[in-house]
């Protein structure tokens, strides 16, 4: 396959610095041929940044200029009911933000148009292909293999606070364009306004950690302690095994310094 056209839905803070200034690297690989956004000058000044030709209002007038191979589109999870299923409909390979959905209703829902469109889809779990992740699995794989340490008898990943920005924004283009009004998809109806906006404060900050705890582990797992004052989820594995995910019990000054242990009779990873 030769160099891939990519159009981009979205360029404000996730969608300049954690995403399109990397693609823009890729030279050989991807070609960000085209960029919709909202706001008219801030799509203006990251095109002439980046080098990307053609800007659209929306990603409806992105989608019917057609000449695409992918889109990425680096959205607030909460506006992932609205805005995908026409992105999904276009049959075009999508990568979106982590996590899928707002709400089980609504992941429900995409899901089903992905499937009904074949259009592939990658969510942002990027901690899975992260090297030291990589090199953890396959370790643990081993170890479960071999049996030379004994059998797996816990999983735990902690991270406190800390600098995860590391002056990632520091280049970020900012404009006075005035902040579109979006909508958002609507709460989980079991949930009560305070209730929601706790859970969607959780998920945006945690959910790489939830995702990472699945792919160690290598199967599914539930939660039946959450510590109140909110710095640990403690559960097991559908094999029993023990996990634990470690939020902020306090707050770093030196970095970030998110980790994962692995435990075994004999010995630790």
Known sequence: MGCLRVGFVGVGSMGQCAHLRNYATLTGECDVVALAELRPELARRVAARYGVPKVYASASELLAAG?????????????????????????????????????????????????????????????????????????????????????????????????????????????????????????????????????????????HQVNLLRFLLGEEYGMTYAEPSGVLLAGRSESGVPCAIEMSAYRTTLGWQESALIAFEYGWL
Do not use: C
Not at 85 to 110: C, Q, R, T, W
Not at 180 to 201: K, Q, R, S
């Open 67 to 207: 000449n695409l191979d992918a889109v990425v589109a680096s959205q607030p999870f909460s506006r992932h009911g609205v805005l995908l299923p026409e992105l999904l409909a276009s049959g075009l390979p999508l990568f979106i933000e982590k996590p899928l959905a707002s709400s089980v209703a609504v992941g429900e829902g995409l899901l089903a148009a992905a499937e009904a469109s074949g259009s592939p889809v990658m969510v942002g779990y990027h901690k899975r292909s992260d090297p030291a992740s990589e090199w953890l699995k396959a370790e643990l794989v081993r170890l479960q293999e071999s049996g030379e340490w004994g059998r797996l008898t816990y999983v735990r990943i902690a991270m406190p606070a800390g600098d995860w920005v590391a002056g990632g924004f520091d280049d970020l283009i900012r404009t006075d364009d005035p902040m579109p009004a979006l909508v958002a998809d609507p709460p989980d109806g079991e949930m009560t306004g305070e209730e929601f906006a706790d859970y969607t404060t959780f998920v945006n900050y945690y959910i």
